[in-house]
């Protein structure tokens, strides 16, 4: 049906893993946003945890919604993950 997202009629699975992880990206770095206007959280490196956690979301939106297989998903998540 048309405005349907494709991934989603193609592999239920793998859509939903996109959504949570850009999902959780997005939320991280709203409050990164905050964070980084509170000077006081800044030194107590709540800020950095926060950045590493949207780089993990990020990377597996990317992972879970870019790839046609699932194996070059999983391959393209450990690639992203070890470096």
């Known amino acids: 049906m048309a405005s ?9 699975r793998r859509y939903k893993a996109f959504f949570y992880c850009n ?17 006081k959280l800044v030194e107590h490196h709540v800020l950095e945890a926060a950045m ?8 597996g939106a990317y992972a879970a919604g870019s790839c ?10 450990a690639l992203s993950y070890c470096c």
């Open 4 to 12: 349907d997202p494709i991934l989603l009629t193609t592999n239920a």
């Open 23 to 39: 999902s959780v990206a997005f939320v991280v770095s709203l409050v990164a946003i905050v964070l980084v206007q509170t000077e």
């Open 52 to 59: 590493i956690l949207d780089l993990f979301g990020l990377i």
């Open 68 to 77: 046609r297989d699932v194996s070059t998903s999983i391959y393209a998540m």
